[in-house]
Structures are given as C-alpha cells and as structure tokens.
C-alpha cells in the first residue's frame, strides 16, 4: 500500500515522502492518528503541486539546518552522570540528557532528532548523530563523565 506521509516519523520517511508499507499499518494506525494519507491519483496530483509550491521553502529549511550544522561545528558535549567505581553509568544517557546538553550550549534541537549509537552505560566518549534536515545530518561527540 503506497501513501503519502504527512509528518516526519522515524525509521519509515520523512514529510511529503511516498513510501510503501503493509495494508495494516497503513489503514490502522498511519491514517487514522493523521500521519499520513493513500497515494490514489488525485492525492497524488495534489502532493506534486503542494511539493512544487513548498520547494523555495523546502530549501530554505536544507540552508537553515546546514547553518545550523555548521555553527554547531565539532561540538563535543559535557554530560555528568552518577557511576560507579568501575566506570558503569547508573542506568544510561538518553536522548534527553543530550537535547539538555546542547540546549546548554545555545542550539534548540528536538531530541526526537537524536540518534544516540547505543545504550551508553560507561563513562567515556561517544559519537551522536543529529537529524538536522532530511539531507543534513551532523555529528557530534559526547563526553560521559562521573559526577563528583
């Protein structure tokens, strides 16, 4: 089942992408929570135009976040956390520690558009990715420290 996507949803596309998921999925939860409508013809022809009209804007965003990324730079985030003697993290960074973190920094970015590597549950330095744009991804690292 193809459809149109109306919003950004992670792991599936991006806004104004057309993709092609299982019937049920589609019908039973893209659609109806609004995230999404069916690829018939006249959607279709609609999309094209709404695209079309968008695309000054659309780039307007892609320069914003490519700015963004370059003033962002190779930022390397402080993070403090408790841990252990052994260096272990008492539970893990989440993607809300480090939306925090840059936010600390001056940059609002969601932490929704954070991609952490894995679980991180050791001090130590870590790589995040930052979903800036859907053509704009930049890196940034992360230092895991013990709180004193």
Same mark, same amino acid.
């Given at each position: 089942m193809d459809i149109i996507l109306k919003e950004d949803i992670k792991g599936l596309?991006?806004? =104004? $992408?057309?993709? =092609?998921?299982?019937?049920?999925?589609?019908? #039973?939860?893209?659609?109806?929570?609004?995230?999404?409508?069916?690829? /018939?013809?006249? #959607?279709m022809k609609m999309h094209k135009e709404n695209i079309r009209q968008a695309s000054h804007k659309a780039e307007k965003i892609k320069n914003e976040a490519q700015e963004l990324a370059s003033k962002i730079g190779a930022l390397v985030l402080p993070i403090s956390t408790k841990a252990g003697e052994s260096g272990k993290i008492f539970g893990a960074i989440t993607t809300t520690q480090v939306a925090?973190?840059? /936010? =600390?920094?001056?940059? $609002?970015? $969601?932490?929704k558009k954070i991609n952490l590597p894995s679980n991180i549950k050791e001090l130590g330095e870590y790589e995040v990715e930052l979903d800036l744009h859907k053509e704009v991804k930049h890196s940034i690292k992360i230092q895991v420290t013990a709180e004193n």
């Open positions: 596309g991006y806004k =104004n $992408d057309v993709v =092609n998921v299982k019937p049920g999925y589609g019908r #039973n939860y893209l659609i109806p929570q609004g995230y999404a409508i069916i690829a /018939s013809k006249s #959607n925090e973190a840059i /936010s =600390n920094k001056g940059f $609002d970015i $969601d932490r």
